[in-house]
T-cell receptor
Framework: DAGITQSPRHKVTETGTPVTLRCHQTENHRYMYWYRQDPGHGLRLIHYSYGVKDTDKGEVSDGYSVSRSKTEDFLLTLESATSSQTSVYFC?????????FGPGTRLTVT | QKEVEQDPGPLSVPEGAIVSLNCTYSNSAFQYFMWYRQYSRKGPELLMYTYSSGNKEDGRFTAQVDKSSKYISLFIRDSQPSDSATYLCAMTSGTYKYIFGTGTRLKVLA
């Protein structure tokens, strides 16, 4: 158990509303990641963080922003949710070289 | 050409069979190799993690890495219905970036 929690676990929201997803880790890992997983696309990196206030974009970052003000928390914000952002979102942390994933957040944008 | 290729399956086997799951890759810089198991509507669970070449065994699971052929395998002995899941391979050169296979769906029939 890598000590990763995500909240909320499920969310339904309307197009155009802002949404924030939270990832919390208990083991003080430096690197944290946000992925989305969609049928036919697999896991795609949205943003990652390599330390407090240090973040960078992944391959599908448009429409998303992140913040990391504490080592243990990594927030993903959808500025104005669109139907194309309906997905399952996973947070991950990096250990020595391996990654551990959280339980996921299932987001539906109507 | 994708950096990592993985047969999507589904792969159906009878209970008790030996299962072989495979990934090929193109980037010779990859050094860390992982296998994940993902049950429906759950997060990926790290099963095996290998650094560089060689074999690693954990219970019924064996991971093999052949860097000369750019080929990794996961073997499951005495497969059980509870092993039915999607198996993802992943790898990294040690930077922030991880490359994932698309996953193989496995069904173990009782």
């Amino acid at each position: 158990d890598a000590g990763i929690t995500q909240s909320p676990r499920h969310k339904v929201t309307e197009t155009g509303t802002p949404v924030t997803l939270r990832c919390h880790q208990t083991e003080n890992h430096r690197y944290m990641y946000w992925y989305r997983q969609d049928p036919g696309h697999g896991l795609r990196l949205i943003h990652y963080s390599y330390g407090v206030k240090d973040t960078d974009k992944g391959e599908v970052s448009d429409g998303y922003s992140v913040s990391r003000s504490k080592t243990e928390d990594f927030l993903l914000t959808l500025e104005s949710a669109t139907s194309s952002q309906t997905s399952v979102y996973f947070c991950a942390i990096r250990g020595d070289g391996e990654q551990y994933f959280g339980p996921g957040t299932r987001l539906t944008v109507t | 050409q994708k950096e990592v290729e993985q047969d999507p399956g589904p792969l159906s086997v009878p209970e008790g069979a030996i299962v072989s799951l495979n990934c090929t890759y193109s980037n010779s810089a990859f050094q860390y190799f992982m296998w994940y198991r993902q049950y429906s509507r759950k997060g990926p669970e790290l099963l095996m993690y290998t650094y560089s070449s060689g074999n690693k065994e954990d219970g019924r699971f064996t991971a093999q890495v052949d860097k000369s052929s750019k080929y990794i395998s996961l073997f499951i002995r005495d497969s059980q219905p509870s092993d039915s899941a999607t198996y993802l391979c992943a790898m990294t050169s040690g930077t922030y970036k991880y490359i994932f296979g698309t996953g193989t769906r496995l069904k173990v029939l009782a």
